[in-house]
């Protein structure tokens, strides 16, 4: 229950973010970079419908036909999120009505409208969910063809973002295109961070302490190899363990104060799966 009520906080805690970025920063600059939102931002100049109501029409459809072509399992983490996002836009709209941006510092906003997103898509990924919008078709497309989504998706936000420069101006669409460009790098690098842990390889004449350390106090496991040293000739015993940043820092002052000759080469992994870690 602790399990399912912390998963259930983080997709409503990250969905939110992407709705008070979107609508604060995005929809107020007319930035028209990203899937659903990008192109709510055209329709809305129209002046026929509000970028959020589009945004929550399109969304309930592509819901739609997720649901009967994906079927019901699809819909129960993309389906929360996306009504969610949908519903809190068009909320925002008659709640706290936005007559223009907050500054009149584009970069600032447009840092904003990127952040804020990136960060909240980031954290659905990492845990197995998706906002919906443009992932729904992608997911269509995966299951019944061979086509490259990821080209196809980047297309459609260049051609989505790239209309910007002729509904709105040149300076709306240049800081769009730059939006389009940063935004992914800015979900790699969030979702990279929230999985960085620590590998170490430490070599050393005497791995009893150090693993002990390791299994007891620090509650991991590790693996030792015996070994030789090139220059020396002397056996060596090579300790091979995967940490948390926490335990790591722990773990290096712990043999610098037990074992001062001991050789230790810490490296930053993002993609660390087994017990303790992440399921395959």
């Known amino acids: 229950m602790k399990n399912r009520f912390k998963y259930f906080f983080m997709l409503t805690f990250s969905t939110l973010l992407i709705a008070v970025g979107t609508y604060f920063f995005k929809f107020t600059n007319n930035f028209t970079f990203g899937g659903i939102t ?89 845990i197995g969910a998706s906002s919906g919008g443009t992932d729904i078709v992608a997911m269509i497309l995966k299951k019944y063809s061979s086509f490259d989504i990821g080209r196809a998706l980047l297309i459609s936000d260049a051609l989505i973002t790239g209309a910007g420069f002729f509904v709105f101006d040149i300076e709306t669409g240049l800081y769009s295109l730059l939006g389009l460009a940063i935004r992914s790098f800015m979900i790699d690098t969030f979702i990279e961070n929230f999985n960085l842990s ?12 150090i693993c002990d350390f390791i299994v007891h106090t620090l509650e991991r496991s590790a693996s030792v190899c015996h070994a030789k040293g090139a220059y020396s000739g002397k056996d060596k015993y090579i300790i091979l363990t995967a940490l948390n940043r926490v335990q790591a820092v722990r773990l290096r002052n712990f043999i610098r104060e037990n074992d001062k000759e001991a050789f230790i080469l ?12 992440h399921s395959v």
Do not use: W
């Open 38 to 126: 990008g192109l709510a931002v055209l329709v809305a100049k129209t002046g026929v419908i509000s970028a959020g109501d589009f945004n929550l029409v399109m969304s309930m459809i592509l819901l739609v036909i997720g649901l009967v072509i994906l079927g019901k399992r699809f819909a129960a983490k993309t389906a929360y999120c996306s009504i969610l996002l949908s519903v809190s836009l068009s909320a925002m709209e008659r709640f706290f009505p936005m007559d223009g941006p907050f500054t009149d510092q584009p970069m600032l906003e447009l840092c904003f409208a990127i952040v804020l997103p990136a960060l909240g898509s980031a954290i659905l990924f990492n």
């Open 198 to 209: 620590k590998y170490f390889n430490v070599v050393c004449d005497h791995p009893e302490p």
């Open 266 to 277: 810490i490296s930053n992994t993002s993609e660390i799966i087994g017990k303790g870690f």
